[in-house]
Structure formats: structure tokens, C-alpha cells
């Protein structure tokens, strides 16, 4: 999942749909979430403390053990756990880590969302 902080979600989202984008989720009005083949796009007026751009990369799996697993090593491989894995207000379980290069993967189990075999995510 790719998702872009953006100022603005009502204007985001019709920027987006004038190129095309169609069938847009959403949950609330921070946020908004497009399939786009096997990932999911999203558009949030909270990432970086509402309305500060930013991008922020995400990786769904199946329970919130794998949440746990996941993030163990990320930390065995060098990260820095910046998000402890806890139960989100929105019915998920969800932590993060930076890479050693600072980019930061947000690790969620969406009891919402499918994962295929492959790990593409459906949100439909």
C-alpha cells in the first residue's frame, strides 16, 4: 500500500478522479483508498499531522501475529521499531518500523481488507 498525505482530501480525491481513478473507499473524511491492480493507493489528510505532505508505505497481512512476526524482523534486520504494534480504532492491529535509510512501513492486519495467495490486497 502506497499512501500520500495530502492537505486537502476532497480536493485530492477529484484530482484523481479526473485522471481516472474510480471507486474510491471511504471510511471517514481523512481518508480514502483506491485498488489499484493488486495494491491499495490511499490519500490521508492525517499523515504526518494533518495535512503535512508525505508518503507513507504499508505492508497488510493476514493476523496480527503476522503484524508481530513481521515487525521482530524488520528489527533483527536493522530497523528501528518507531510504532509498537497495538489494536488501532479502526478494528485493526497495526505497528511500524523506519528502514536503515529512515523510510517508514506502517505493518497492518485490516480485518476488513483480503489478501490473495500472492499477497495482493482487495479492499472491495
Known amino acids: 500500500m502506497v499512501t500520500l498525505g495530502v492537505r486537502d482530501l476532497a480536493r485530492a480525491r477529484a484530482f484523481y478522479e479526473a485522471l481516472g481513478w474510480r471507486g474510491a473507499q471511504q471510511p471517514d473524511n481523512e481518508v480514502a483508498f483506491y485498488q489499484a491492480g493488486g495494491i491499495v493507493f490511499g490519500l490521508w489528510a492525517a499523515l504526518g499531522g494533518h495535512g503535512a505532505p508525505g508518503v507513507e508505505l ?47 512501513w506502517e505493518v497492518a492486519h485490516n480485518p476488513d481488507w483480503k489478501l490473495a ?6 479492499i472491495a
Open 117 to 122: 495467495s500472492d499477497g495482493s490486497v482487495s
Open 58 to 104: 504499508a505492508h497488510n497481512v493476514r493476523s496480527p501475529e503476522e503484524v508481530d512476526a513481521l515487525l521482530a524482523a524488520a528489527e533483527r534486520a536493522g530497523a528501528t521499531i518507531t510504532r509498537k504494534a497495538a489494536r488501532a480504532d479502526w478494528g485493526g492491529y497495526t505497528g511500524a518500523f523506519a528502514d536503515p535509510d529512515g523510510y517508514v
